[in-house]
């Protein structure tokens, strides 16, 4: 899930991370972009017309589309690693707009799900598309029934 992304290149690249593993892609608008930008489709390619994809119009709409889901939430500033949970089939995975992460209302309340990607300090984070195939990957792993 991307809460309101803004490049619309990383959203294609998701989009086509998310059809190769078969994962739905929600979107949380305002988006920074249109979705049927050219960009959009240049980097999601023909996988595009083959992804799972909703887009809603807030986060409160979200959280009751997903009631009853372990929803995970990426951030730098979170403790635990990415690796450390044991991910189940139906999890979802949130990550933050490209230029501000996620709301830290968001993370608040959502201490005890909060995972991070480790990396150098001389990063201060890793490009979004990047970050999403590392995650799902990392489930996919875990739960190989996936794909």
Known sequence: MLFQPEIPDNTGA?????????????????????????????????????????????WECLTKCLAGKRLWFLSTKAKVLYTTPDFEKRDVFVFGCESRGLPRTIMEDHRATLLKIPMNDEARSLNLSVSVGIMLYEANRQVSSMI
């Open 14 to 58: 998701v989009g086509r991370t998310c059809v190769a593993l078969g994962a739905k892609l929600w979107l949380v608008r305002p988006l920074g972009f249109q979705v049927d930008h050219r960009r959009i489709k240049r980097t999601g390619m023909d996988y595009w017309e083959h992804l799972d994809l909703e887009i809603v119009d807030n």
